[in-house]
């Protein structure tokens, strides 16, 4: 990074609404905000959490944070006390730094945590403070294998676990997400839509070595990320499924010009077929696919070509991807044996972009990491030609009458009525069949579509037994997390208040 700031230090490293950091600019208050926080006698390798979204002071500890050597370990907006305080908590954070916005958040946190010894919110003052520090570059010895950042899981099964990566595993991780895409040239601009401190920021350090800029916003919004992309002519984007499905219903999208994009990567979730093929529309052959986790990633990617093709023995629209070349990747039944072309089983992967452990937690690490191999938790299967595809998350599928149904399935079938905008299906308690799927479609407002009408569309796609049991129309969008992914478990959990279990027998 170091270097990189050198040699482009005159070029534009980082745009932030009218904000505009040239790489000497960015990488001098990062080197002020490294010497600010050792000042504090924090020690390299030291964890220090951070409650951000996007913006300048975002950019100033990620460059930070790797010139003292501490450990990101970034919390979640929107995200309860206990959950702030178990991350920081078991972590043994020492530091926390906070945007003003979510400053109210961490009131007193302190008095929780006794080992956190300094809270910096950066409030209005923050930029005095930021220019009385120390602009020599400290020079901070750092080893390989050394922590760089701490994610944490989403915690839906108990509290979340900490995902450790060394600076050797996140660079790998950069350079394998890149490994397919048009090469990054230098003054080529990468629009950020999601948190630098969270899954956006795996492109962050790539563009960064190669001499690009970070263009970063604080939220989505529609039309003014169509107009953002336009105005800077951005050549990289990330995009969750429901961005992306967002932006092909924009009636302004059609007439703006993406001519510079060279990358529209889709990742995160699962994306439907009407989605993707209205982004082709769109984006043309800009359009990428990846998949990966938090624990191990990337793990396939596809461009457009291998998106959109036409191979026997493969169906790659509903793929998440080729088995990338730095990846080992395989398919293993409930025993960990491997697994043949086209038989589903649980997704397991390998790769030099890998957690190391979860933090402080051996028994989850034992767990998840099997034979040096990360089990994901996701369903899937490896076709003969490579191609990667994802059924469902294991504890998303419903067992209806003793039959398998994943609701990643159905809502690809609904999603291909032309008035359904979202979908989400998920199982709820039925009294004879145990459990049966349950969809909620949002619809176009002026849309005349029913909810027979869908089911039907399910039944002669799929079969009947597929079906859902249940339909709802609304106009409302479905609730999102913080990243845009759509909150299956917040819709379900209703159908089984005052429930032990979360699955039903018939």
């Known amino acids: ?34 010497n600010a926080l050792l000042a504090m006698g924090l020690q390299p390798g030291d964890r220090v959490g951070v409650l951000e979204d996007n913006s300048v002071q975002a950019a100033d500890f990620f460059q930070a944070a790797a010139i003292a050597n501490l450990v990101r370990v970034p919390l979640y907006p929107r995200n309860g006390r206990s959950a702030h305080l178990h991350m920081l908590g078991h972590t043994d954070c020492r530091a926390l ?20 010894e300094h809270v910096v919110v950066r409030d209005d003052s923050y930029e005095e403070w930021l220019a009385q520090q120390s ?57 950020h839509l999601g948190p630098i401190s969270h899954g956006s920021g795996y ?62 990567l889709v990742a995160a979730a699962p994306i439907q077929d009407a989605t993707a093929l209205a982004a082709r529309k769109l984006f043309g052959d800009a359009l990428y696919q990846g998949y990966g986790q938090t624990e191990v ?9 291998q ?30 044996n491997p697994l043949p072309a086209n038989e589903v089983g649980e997704i397991v992967a390998r790769s030099d972009g890998m957690m190391t452990e979860f933090w402080n937690n051996p028994e989850a690490t034992a767990e998840r990491m099997v034979d040096g191999w990360i089990k994901t938790g996701d369903l899937g299967k490896l076709d003969a030609n490579g191609y990667l595809y994802v059924v469902d998350r294991a504890d998303d599928m419903i067992i209806s009458g003793g039959f398998n149904i994943w609701p990643a399935e159905l809502e690809n079938a609904l999603a291909g009525h032309p008035d359904v905008i979202e979908v989400a299906v998920f199982g709820v308690p039925h009294e004879h069949w145990g459990e049966t799927p349950h969809a909620v479609c949002v619809v176009k407002a002026e849309s005349a579509v029913t909810e027979d009408e869908l089911i039907d569309l399910v039944s002669n796609d799929l079969g009947s037994y597929k079906k859902p049991g249940s339909l709802v129309l609304t106009t409302e969008p479905l609730p999102k997390s913080p990243v845009g992914k759509i909150k299956r478990k917040d819709l379900r959990e209703p159908f089984w208040a005052g429930r032990d279990r979360r699955v039903a027998g018939s």
Not at 17 to 27: C, V
Not at 217 to 245: G, K, W, Y
Request: proline fraction near 5%; charge should be negative.
């Open 1 to 34: 990074m170091r270097r990189a700031a050198q040699h482009y230090s005159t070029r534009e490293a980082i745009v932030y609404n009218d904000q505009r950091l040239t790489f000497a600019e960015a990488w001098a208050r990062g080197v002020k905000l490294a």
């Open 307 to 336: 998106w959109f093709a036409s191979i026997e023995g493969s169906n790659p629209l509903r793929a998440c991807g080729l088995a990338l070349p730095f990846a080992e990747v395989q398919i293993w039944d409930e025993e960990n």
């Open 203 to 264: 492109q962050y350090l790539p563009i960064w070595l190669a001499g690009g800029c970070n263009v970063m916003v604080d939220h989505f919004e529609t039309s003014e990320t169509l107009a953002l992309m336009e105005r800077e002519q951005i050549n990289f984007c990330f995009m969750v499924p429901t961005m992306v499905n967002a932006v092909v219903h924009d009636d302004q999208a059609w007439a703006r010009d993406f001519s510079a994009l060279k990358c529209l």
């Open 97 to 116: 730094l906070v945007s003003a916005v979510h400053a109210h958040e961490i009131q007193e946190i302190g008095a929780d945590l006794l080992g956190l």
């Open 135 to 191: 602009d020599v570059d400290p020079d901070v010895t750092i080893e390989p294998d050394n922590y760089f950042i701490i994610r944490h899981t989403g915690g839906t099964t108990g509290l979340s676990k900490g995902v450790a990566y060394t600076h050797k595993a996140w660079l790998a991780a950069g350079r394998d997400w890149f490994y397919t895409f048009p090469p990054v040239e230098p003054g080529d601009k990468c629009l």
């Open 297 to 305: 990633l990337p793990i396939s990617m596809m461009n457009s070509a």
